[in-house]
């Protein structure tokens, strides 16, 4: 079967953004085309504050978004009340520590994470956040937080990141549509229609 590889990170503000249009792509993708979710892992690990104009940029980033989708709500108490740091493979982490708990907590974990973050002014750079983030979802504590710091579960981040790259993907969010085992194509990102999407698709599947 054909496979659309949706390609992320659960800190990239654009992928927050195109959230809206992609749940829409998903429920008007045909039955015959699985879907599947990669990390790209878009910051490593990191306990340095983050420059102040890094974190100048990221702000305008977010501004842009709003500018071009206004639909898509940011909480910017998070710039005056928290110590940014460029650091999203822990937030990665809990992704595929959560999916290995339970595959069904995938796609909430994501959510909660970007709620947290772009709503609730919360800093899932930590791990202390990421454990609470878990336990609001019914997660048990003590063996999410062992996942999350586990050095299987940073194997398992590196391989998603390997792959991501060896499709081609070199930017977040990203949907590469993939054809028998070596054959991957670049689906470009809209974030207002799935029309263009599926179009795509459906020429490539042709």
């Given amino acids: 079967m054909p496979r659309l590889h949706y390609i992320h990170d659960p800190m990239c ?12 792509l998903r429920q008007r993708l045909p039955d015959y085309i699985e879907f599947g979710r990669l990390l790209g892992g878009l910051a490593p690990d990191s306990d340095q504050p983050m420059p102040e104009a890094m974190q100048q940029q990221i702000q305008a980033t977010w501004r842009r978004i709003q ?3 206004p639909e898509t709500p940011f909480n910017f108490d998070f710039w005056r009340h928290q110590q940014p740091r460029r650091s999203t493979y822990p937030a990665c982490r809990a992704v595929i520590a959560a999916r290995r708990i339970d595959p069904r907590q995938e ?15 919360r800093n899932p750079s930590d791990h ?5 983030i878990a336990q609001d ?3 048990a504590g003590e063996p999410f937080a062992r996942l999350l710091n586990a050095a299987q579960t940073q194997t398992e981040l590196q391989g998603e990141i390997e792959r ?3 499709m081609g993907a070199s930017s977040f969010p990203c949907l590469v549509l ?3 085992e070596a054959s991957f194509w670049p689906v470009p990102v809209d974030y207002s229609s799935a029309d263009n999407m599926l179009d795509t698709i459906s020429m490539i599947l042709d």
């Fill in 128 to 132: 202390s956040v990421l454990i609470e």
């Fill in 107 to 121: 796609s909430t974990m994501i959510l909660a994470i970007q709620h947290a973050y772009y709503l609730q002014a």
């Fill in 13 to 24: 503000s654009w992928c927050w953004a195109f959230r809206p249009c992609l749940q829409r």
């Fill in 164 to 166: 991501c790259r060896a």
């Fill in 67 to 69: 500018q071009r989708l």
């Fill in 137 to 139: 979802l019914g997660l």
């Fill in 178 to 180: 993939q054809q028998g």
